[in-house]
């Protein structure tokens, strides 16, 4: 079965961070680009970030650069997002993805005091 | 960073034919096309048509998409209830570097 799972959300405080995982199964890894993308309550989706497959690519949205950080490891099939310095405005439902083909279920990401 | 133009809603009854569109520009729908993606209230988005017009497995006939140019078209025939969602399309944007969505529009199958 195709399917990406997310991990690592949670309660955060203003300024603080979280690693978010999302581990891979049922295709094949190292042939996608992946990508971070956030969907606020009650809001469309935004993307976030993005990572070619080899892991030497990346791009962000210009609302988390210098603050997120995307990688992978594709022994594992794993993606990860490094988020620090977070804000209120970061809260959200973020989802793994592929984007044109697979999506994960997302894990929820609250920025409060 | 800018977004995909949809129209923010679109009221239709059931059994009838639904056409959603999508605009962009030459960076992104004009240049590799977009997908398609169904999000019901609390669930994850699920991808109904790849960039490449074709729908991934398990999706229904019902749902077909086209492009031309800019804008980008879902076609949703014979309305049932369960097709009340958010419709949103998603694209490369080659100027970006990165995805744009659009705002997405909500479909009420009166």
């Known amino acids: 079965e195709v399917q990406l799972v997310e991990s690592g959300g949670g309660l955060v405080q203003p300024g603080g961070s979280l690693r978010l995982s999302c581990a891979a199964s049922?295709?094949?890894?190292?042939?996608?680009?992946m990508h971070w993308v956030r969907q606020a309550p009650g809001k469309g989706l935004l993307w976030v970030a993005r990572i070619d497959s080899g892991g030497s690519g990346t791009s962000y949205a210009d609302s988390v650069k210098g603050r997120f950080t995307i990688s992978r490891d594709n022994a594992k099939n794993t993606v990860y997002l490094q988020m620090n310095s977070l804000r209120a405005e970061d809260t959200a439902v973020y989802y793994c993805?592929?984007?044109?083909?697979?999506w994960g279920q997302g894990t929820m990401v609250t920025v409060s005091s | 960073q800018a977004g995909l133009t949809q129209p923010p809603s679109m009221s239709k009854g059931l059994g009838q034919t639904a056409t959603l569109t999508c605009t962009g520009n030459?960076?992104?729908?004009?240049?590799?096309?977009a997908a398609w993606l169904q999000q019901h209230q609390g669930h994850p988005p699920k991808v109904l048509s790849s960039r490449d017009n074709r729908r991934p497995s398990g999706i229904s006939e019902r749902f077909s998409a086209s492009r031309s140019g800019n804008t980008a078209s879902l076609t949703i025939t014979g309305l049932q209830p369960e097709d009340e969602a958010d419709y949103c399309c998603?694209?490369?944007?080659?100027?970006?570097?990165?995805?744009?969505f659009g705002g997405g529009t909500k479909l009420t199958v009166l």
């Open positions: 049922g295709f094949i890894f190292t042939n996608y680009w």
């Open positions: 993805a592929t984007v044109f083909e697979i």
């Open positions: 998603s694209a490369w944007d080659s100027s970006l570097n990165g995805v744009v």
């Open positions: 030459s960076n992104n729908v004009g240049n590799q096309g």
